[in-house]
């Protein structure tokens, strides 16, 4: 993907930011210092790092269920709007398919398990429906964040991870072809990549 940079390579994948996402930051760190200062700014950055590393594990969910089918992942890109991992090939069969699409969702479920069990279950749907309000608790922003991370990337329309949760439930039933055909009408797109949002909060 053109216009990013290589920040480093986990486990033959490499990791990609693109331009657009480092101009987030410093949007993100300008907008917070005009509201409280040098400490706001740098709370501010710290929150969208942890998102950033949450999307990013949220891939490396992906990765690792591609590479028990023997799909490789070359690249993960991190955009301003989440992540998107670029498998060398699609998986063959509905059930991988389907593996490989919940297992980025299911490492964000694993996260907000554990920060429930670090904040003690104590935590409102009002408080986690706001994970950006600076207001709301440590432990309990990144928990919404991930709960989010979740519910967005399980939408199911292409080429976010339930429309590919959709196909493999389609193809069960349908052909390959058919199953394709109908969940891409819902969403866009049928290439190699695993969009999965994460950043639009
Ligand atoms: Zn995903």
Redesign the pocket.
Known sequence: MGWSLKLGTIAGTEIRIHMTFVLLLVWIRFTHYQIGGAPAAWEGVAFILSVFVCVVL??F??IAAARHFRIKTPDITLLPI??V?RLERNPSQPTEELLV?V???LVNIAIAALLFAVIGGVAGLEQLARPQDPQIDFFVRPAGVNIFLVLF?MIPAFP??GGRVLRAILAWRWSWERATRVAATIGQGRGLR???GGFVL
Do not use: I, K
């Open positions: 949220h891939e969910g992906h989440g992540g991992a699409a297992a980025g969702p990337n976010m991870d695993h969009g999965c």
